[in-house]
């Protein structure tokens, strides 16, 4: 007897079902531990790349971006890549403190975020394809479209070279994807960042020790921050808790932050500008981003870029003016 698939019968299958379409190959997309090494990757560059001196610095934020097949295959496993991420981000950080005597991250946690999209930067995202966006602080895309000129300073794999480089992107570019509320996550820092090697302080053995810096307790608050927005005639405050506050526009993709003074007025950037306060010297200062006027006491701050921020007095007392329309008033908690 003839073999089917030569015979008649084949014949006529191959006559209803095309075999291009009767043969096609299952996709092969790619693996949570295939995502979880190019995160790991992605961080130890920016450890790299970032770090100062005696100081380590490195990327906090990161957006993932998959193909969407991709994203449903693998979002339920979205929180177990984060934790495991987590975890091997902070054994990292223990394992270089022989060579950092401290860690100095500008953000107060870790901020993941995956979406799903066909292109992203003029290239296409296939189902083996992971694109890791990172930066220091500050990866907010958002649905409303924001000026060309305002472009972020991120590192991703760039696709000529294969390797991890520092890159302008427009932000816009993040419209294509879809980033959905399952797929962000927000990580509290739970690391020592004021120790050198071994959990000692970084200072030489015959150097003279200095008594500690008592740190201040935040059950009270650190300062009290009054603000008033003159487009909508409204007035409210904010209790300083974290030893350093982002001031930004408000808007959906902030509201993960725990450490964001978030501003409902069109006036005011994203992000304007940091408070911090200094242990050390028991002061504030602040840094301002924005490309519209930042004053303290009528005095103008210089904008700095927020992974290079440039740090200014901050008075016990002082009035702040963000883009001549937003009143701050800032008073230190005793």
Known sequence: MADQSTGWLGKLSRFLVPTSLAQTTPTNTVSNTQILHELIASFEDSIRRESVGSSMLFNAHFLIILHPDTY????????????????????????????FAQVAPVAASWFFKFGGGHEFGGEPV???????????????????????SDSLRVTRRVKQTNRYEKVDIDPNTFRHIDFREPGAFVVKFAFDTSTGPAGRPAVPENAPRKAPVPQRDLSS??????????????????????????????????????NFLLL??????????????????????IASFSRNETRVNEQ??????PASPQWFPLPDKAQLLLNSMVTLNFQRIP
């Open 126 to 148: 296939n189902p083996d394809d992971i694109k890791v966006v990172g930066a220091l602080t500050g990866i907010l895309p958002g649905a409303a479209p924001v000026q060309s």
């Open 72 to 99: 449903e295959e693998r979002q339920n496993a979205f929180p177990v890549i984060v934790n495991e991420a987590v975890n091997a981000f902070t054994a990292i950080i223990q394992s270089q403190k022989v060579t």
């Open 221 to 258: 608050g650190l300062a009290q921050i009054d603000y008033y927005l003159a487009e909508l005639h409204r007035e409210n405050g904010y209790v300083m808790r974290d030893r350093e506050i982002v001031i930004a526009r408000k808007e959906p993709d902030n509201q993960h932050f725990p």
């Open 264 to 285: 409902e007025s069109a006036y005011v950037s994203n992000p304007h500008a940091r408070i911090r306060y200094n242990d050390a010297t028991q002061t504030f200062q």
């Open 300 to 305: 103008l701050i210089p904008r700095s870029e």
